[in-house]
Protein backbone atom coordinates (compact mmCIF):
# COMPACT_ATOMS: atom_id res chain seq x y z
CA UNK A 1 0.00 0.00 0.00
CA UNK A 2 1.64 3.34 -0.73
CA UNK A 3 -0.03 6.91 -0.34
CA UNK A 4 1.03 10.52 -0.69
CA UNK A 5 -0.46 13.66 1.12
CA UNK A 6 -1.92 16.20 -1.00
CA UNK A 7 -3.51 19.54 0.32
CA UNK A 8 -6.40 18.14 0.96
CA UNK A 9 -5.75 14.55 2.71
CA UNK A 10 -3.99 11.13 1.96
CA UNK A 11 -4.11 9.29 -1.45
CA UNK A 12 -3.67 5.94 -1.84
CA UNK A 13 -2.61 4.36 -4.65
CA UNK A 14 -1.06 1.00 -6.03
CA UNK A 15 1.47 0.62 -8.45
CA UNK A 16 3.09 -2.34 -10.69
CA UNK A 17 5.06 -2.81 -13.31
CA UNK A 18 8.17 -1.33 -15.14
CA UNK A 19 8.64 1.12 -17.37
CA UNK A 20 6.92 4.43 -18.75
CA UNK A 21 4.15 5.30 -16.61
CA UNK A 22 0.41 5.17 -17.27
CA UNK A 23 -1.97 6.22 -14.67
CA UNK A 24 -5.46 4.35 -14.33
CA UNK A 25 -8.45 6.40 -12.95
CA UNK A 26 -11.88 4.44 -11.78
CA UNK A 27 -15.09 5.35 -11.92
CA UNK A 28 -17.71 6.27 -9.09
CA UNK A 29 -18.43 4.14 -6.52
CA UNK A 30 -14.90 2.12 -7.31
CA UNK A 31 -11.29 2.00 -6.37
CA UNK A 32 -8.03 0.95 -7.64
CA UNK A 33 -8.96 -2.78 -7.55
CA UNK A 34 -10.43 -2.31 -10.47
CA UNK A 35 -8.01 -2.11 -12.20
CA UNK A 36 -5.90 -5.56 -11.12
CA UNK A 37 -6.70 -7.39 -13.53
CA UNK A 38 -5.30 -4.66 -16.26
CA UNK A 39 -2.55 -3.63 -14.41
CA UNK A 40 -1.12 -7.29 -14.48
CA UNK A 41 -1.04 -7.50 -17.86
CA UNK A 42 0.04 -3.98 -18.39
CA UNK A 43 2.80 -3.87 -15.47
CA UNK A 44 4.51 -6.43 -18.18
CA UNK A 45 5.25 -3.22 -20.46
CA UNK A 46 4.64 -0.30 -18.22
CA UNK A 47 5.04 1.42 -15.01
CA UNK A 48 1.21 1.09 -14.38
CA UNK A 49 -0.27 3.45 -10.99
CA UNK A 50 -4.18 3.12 -10.30
CA UNK A 51 -5.36 5.67 -7.72
CA UNK A 52 -8.38 6.00 -5.12
CA UNK A 53 -10.36 9.63 -5.27
CA UNK A 54 -10.51 10.53 -2.23
CA UNK A 55 -13.66 9.53 -0.49
CA UNK A 56 -12.90 6.22 -2.33
CA UNK A 57 -11.44 3.34 -1.49
CA UNK A 58 -8.61 4.06 0.93
CA UNK A 59 -8.12 7.11 -0.21
CA UNK A 60 -9.09 10.07 3.03
CA UNK A 61 -12.26 11.61 2.60
CA UNK A 62 -11.64 14.76 0.93
CA UNK A 63 -11.85 18.48 3.16
CA UNK A 64 -14.90 19.83 2.01
CA UNK A 65 -18.51 19.02 1.09
CA UNK A 66 -18.73 17.93 -2.30
CA UNK A 67 -17.08 16.09 -4.56
CA UNK A 68 -16.63 16.99 -7.89
CA UNK A 69 -14.81 16.53 -10.95
CA UNK A 70 -12.58 19.19 -11.02
CA UNK A 71 -11.05 18.60 -7.26
CA UNK A 72 -10.20 15.09 -8.58
CA UNK A 73 -8.58 16.92 -11.61
CA UNK A 74 -6.14 18.73 -9.00
CA UNK A 75 -5.96 15.44 -7.33
CA UNK A 76 -4.06 13.76 -10.27
CA UNK A 77 -2.53 16.84 -11.49
CA UNK A 78 -0.63 16.74 -7.46
CA UNK A 79 -0.34 13.06 -7.70
CA UNK A 80 1.95 13.15 -10.97
CA UNK A 81 4.20 16.67 -9.54
CA UNK A 82 4.95 14.17 -6.37
CA UNK A 83 5.55 11.21 -7.80
CA UNK A 84 7.89 12.93 -10.58
CA UNK A 85 5.69 12.00 -13.48
CA UNK A 86 5.82 14.91 -15.84
CA UNK A 87 3.45 13.51 -18.67
CA UNK A 88 1.52 9.93 -18.86
CA UNK A 89 -0.99 8.40 -20.80
CA UNK A 90 -4.20 8.31 -18.39
CA UNK A 91 -6.60 5.22 -18.73
CA UNK A 92 -10.24 6.16 -17.17
CA UNK A 93 -13.85 4.24 -16.46
CA UNK A 94 -16.81 6.52 -16.26
CA UNK A 95 -16.22 9.37 -13.71
CA UNK A 96 -12.58 8.65 -14.08
CA UNK A 97 -12.63 8.95 -17.94
CA UNK A 98 -14.17 12.70 -17.11
CA UNK A 99 -11.47 13.37 -14.91
CA UNK A 100 -9.07 11.94 -17.12
CA UNK A 101 -10.45 14.16 -20.37
CA UNK A 102 -10.90 17.38 -18.00
CA UNK A 103 -7.28 17.04 -16.93
CA UNK A 104 -6.08 16.36 -20.48
CA UNK A 105 -7.86 19.72 -21.12
CA UNK A 106 -7.22 21.44 -17.93
CA UNK A 107 -3.14 20.48 -17.86
CA UNK A 108 -2.06 19.22 -21.60
CA UNK A 109 2.08 19.03 -21.08
CA UNK A 110 0.67 15.97 -18.13
CA UNK A 111 -1.12 14.20 -20.86
CA UNK A 112 0.48 12.08 -23.54
CA UNK A 113 -2.67 10.25 -24.45
CA UNK A 114 -6.54 9.74 -23.33
CA UNK A 115 -8.44 6.21 -23.06
CA UNK A 116 -12.03 6.71 -22.11
CA UNK A 117 -14.54 3.89 -21.10
CA UNK A 118 -18.20 4.57 -20.99
CA UNK A 119 -17.47 8.20 -19.64
CA UNK A 120 -19.78 11.14 -19.75
CA UNK A 121 -18.36 13.88 -21.22
CA UNK A 122 -19.06 16.55 -18.87
CA UNK A 123 -20.91 16.35 -15.39
CA UNK A 124 -23.97 18.15 -16.37
CA UNK A 125 -24.88 15.24 -18.26
CA UNK A 126 -25.07 12.81 -15.63
CA UNK A 127 -28.05 12.03 -14.54
CA UNK A 128 -29.63 13.74 -11.26
CA UNK A 129 -29.24 11.31 -9.28
CA UNK A 130 -25.66 11.07 -9.60
CA UNK A 131 -24.79 14.21 -9.57
CA UNK A 132 -27.26 14.45 -6.38
CA UNK A 133 -24.36 11.58 -4.80
CA UNK A 134 -21.50 14.21 -5.74
CA UNK A 135 -22.71 15.95 -2.51
CA UNK A 136 -21.12 14.31 0.65
CA UNK A 137 -23.72 13.69 2.91
CA UNK A 138 -26.22 12.52 -0.20
CA UNK A 139 -23.60 10.23 -1.19
CA UNK A 140 -22.65 9.18 2.42
CA UNK A 141 -25.82 7.91 3.27
CA UNK A 142 -26.65 6.05 -0.23
CA UNK A 143 -23.07 4.60 -0.42
CA UNK A 144 -22.97 3.37 3.39
CA UNK A 145 -26.72 1.94 2.97
Do not use: C
Not at 45 to 70: C, H, I, M, N, P
Not at 88 to 107: F, K
Not at 128 to 142: E, M, S
Request: zero cysteines.
Amino acid sequence: MSSITTDQGIVHYEVYGRGRPVILLHGYLGSWGLWQDTMAYLGRYYRTYALDFWGFGESDAKRGDTFVVQDFVGMVNQFMEQLGIVSAPLVGHSMGGTVSLSVAMQYPQRVQKVVVIGSPIVGSSLSILLQLFGIRPIGFVVYTN
